[in-house]
């Protein structure tokens, strides 16, 4: 399979601080990458779509302001959390989604993202 | 009713057996069929990708996509304690859209 590398994999952050985390895929150019968020037993939430060189595509209900999506490169998206309070405190995790047969979509390492 | 379904489980099968997981979409133009296996605190994992009716076989794994039912399956042949995880099926509409819907996974539990 691809190489996707999120970073970083964990991280504690004061309350009203900024979290930057990066997601790059290792092994081919993607132009889509997704952004999810995971609570503890509970399925994957996409949060957005990020395309390269354009705007990111947010889900219904996810702030845009607090959320900041970048996807610079062919190979590189970050999402920043804006203003972090405990209730962000979650698993991020990132995918690139790969052109071929289908699209198969590989996911990174993931972020547990604590905010004290 | 849910774009993508499946059984949350738990489901228990001895070390040794074939473990079924199921899967159903309700969208009939949906293209793409994948199988992640999510062990606990960690991502998913890509194990299988599927795009046309019958079976596509990879080593222990068998997908299998019936488009007139609107079913795909994942059979694990001679189940291992590493193979106990959550275990996502995802839909992909169509080729020009990447977006992925997810079920809520079956979590699998290999028995020794």
């Known amino acids: 399979g691809a190489v996707v590398s999120q970073h970083p994999s964990r991280v504690i952050c004061k309350s009203g601080t900024s979290v930057k985390i990066e997601c790059r895929s290792l092994d081919f150019q993607a132009t889509t990458m997704f952004w999810y968020r995971q609570f503890p037993k509970q399925s994957l939430m996409l949060m957005a779509t990020s395309n390269e060189g354009s705007k990111a595509t947010y889900e219904q209900g996810v702030e845009k302001d607090k959320f900041l999506i970048n996807h610079a490169s062919l190979t590189l998206s970050t999402l920043t959390v804006t203003s972090a309070h405990p209730e962000d405190s979650s698993f991020y995790i990132c995918?690139?989604?790969?052109?071929?047969?289908?699209?198969?979509?590989?996911f990174g390492q993931g972020t547990r993202l604590t905010v004290v | 009713q849910k774009e993508v379904e499946q059984n949350s489980g738990p489901l228990s099968v001895p070390e040794g057996a074939i473990a079924s997981l199921n899967c159903t979409y309700s969208?009939?133009?949906?293209?793409?069929f994948f199988w992640y296996r999510q062990y606990s605190g960690k991502s998913p994992e890509l194990i299988m990708s599927i795009y046309s009716n019958g079976d596509k076989e990879d080593g222990r794994f068998t997908a299998q996509l019936n488009k007139a039912s609107q079913y795909v399956s994942l059979l694990i042949r001679d189940s291992q304690p590493s193979d106990s995880a959550t275990y996502l099926c995802?839909?992909?509409?169509?080729?020009?859209?990447?977006?992925?819907?997810f079920g809520t996974g079956t979590r699998l539990t290999i028995i020794p």
């Open positions: 969208d009939r133009v949906s293209q793409s």
């Open positions: 995802a839909v992909n509409k169509d080729f020009g859209n990447e977006k992925l819907t």
């Open positions: 995918s690139a989604a790969r052109q071929g047969r289908g699209t198969e979509a590989f």
